[in-house]
């Protein structure tokens, strides 16, 4: 009966889904907010990778929101899995091979994090996905070596200054321009490092915020598994 | 046989929201549930980049010169996606936190043994 009702339901969804995606058949040309961001793009943010451009300039305050969704989601789950530290529990070191692996690689996991991040305004990345790069070095460290842990209070720190970064930058373009974000530093050369005003600035803040959070995410995840 | 080739990407996102959504609503399982959560969102992802596909196009990124904007995707869907996959990591955290919780509590995942879950 429950399979019954809900493959009905599915089927309604589906024929709805399929009525409304027949008027945008797929491959067909773009809106015209795209084409827009597309052709002036370059000249009104600087930024070789238009998707960053929409991201950080165009709808900046729109992940603002989504970062703060994030902030919101780890609260939660910091606040759902709260219990005492039970600091009695022995943890079985890691072997030696294990040991030096991860020592070897997490500084190198955070630099391409870094450069991920970085480098948000030319390449496809930026500050979300250099943030997951650096979360997954963080992941390494959990799993390998299980006695070395991370300090919940600088992840916090790290965060909020993230946060407060974008904040801030976004505040001194409301100040200097006139709205909130505005792209106030100069654009420099098309398809350099330092190009492209404040994505960057804004980018790495990003960056620094997601890796933490989803840092500390992991963190709480796995000081519960024990 | 040529619809389908040509809309394989729409077909195929749909069918991954409607397996999620099936999960969803059959599975009495709590991880399995969550697992069907992760199903919806991927496919809505994939549906939206999908929508946003210009044939022959490429990335919209000027990366070197001689590209021209006509030979590009949409970047707004992409743009949308990125903070949607974003967003799709930090409710199913939260979600796994929850049942991490419920399974502490009622001692199983089963949602017909958890008062207040059955439907």
């Known amino acids: 009966m429950r399979k019954f009702l809900a493959l009905i339901s599915l089927a309604f969804i589906a024929w709805g889904v399929a009525l409304s995606l027949s008027k945008a058949p797929f491959g067909e040309d773009k809106i015209v907010v795209g084409k827009h961001y597309l052709e002036k793009g370059t000249e009104e943010t600087g930024a070789a990778n238009i998707v960053t451009s929409v991201v950080v300039i165009y709808r900046g305050f729109d992940t603002l929101g989504e970062v703060t969704v994030l902030f919101i989601a780890a609260l939660g789950l910091g606040a759902v899995l709260y219990t005492r530290r039970r600091s009695s529990e022995r943890i079985e070191p890691s072997s030696l091979v294990l040991r030096t692996g991860c020592r070897f690689l997490f500084p190198l996991i955070l630099l391409f994090g870094a450069y991920i991040f970085i480098h948000g305004h030319l390449t496809p990345g930026g500050g979300f996905q250099g943030g997951a790069i650096v979360a997954s070095g963080f992941l390494l460290i959990y799993l390998g070596c299980p006695e070395r842990r991370t300090q919940e209070l600088r992840l916090g720190a790290t965060e909020s200054l993230g946060g407060l970064a974008f904040v801030v930058l976004g505040l001194v373009g409301l100040a200097v321009g006139g709205y909130f974000l505005t792209n106030f530093l100069p654009k420099g050369t098309f398809n350099s490092l330092i190009s492209a005003g404040v994505i960057p600035l804004i980018y790495v803040a990003i960056g620094f915020k997601v890796g933490s959070e989803l840092a500390g995410i992991m963190g709480n995840l796995m000081e519960r598994t024990k | ?119």
Not at chain 2, 43 to 59: E, M
Not at chain 2, 103 to 114: A, Q
């Open chain 2, 1 to 119: 046989m040529s619809f389908v080739y040509q809309n394989i990407y729409y077909i195929g996102s749909i069918g991954l929201i409607l397996i999620g959504l099936y999960v969803v609503l059959v599975k009495r399982n709590l991880i399995k549930v969550i697992i069907g959560l992760s199903f919806l969102d991927t496919g809505i992802n994939l549906l939206l980049i999908s929508v946003g596909y210009v044939r022959h196009g490429t990335a919209p990124i000027f990366s070197r010169p001689g590209l021209s904007p006509g030979q590009m995707v949409d970047p707004v869907p992409q743009a949308l996606v990125l903070t949607a996959i974003v967003i799709g990591v930090a409710v199913l955290a939260l979600a796994l936190s929850l049942a991490v919780r419920l399974y502490e509590h009622y001692g199983t995942l089963d949602l017909r043994k958890i008062r207040g879950l059955r439907w």
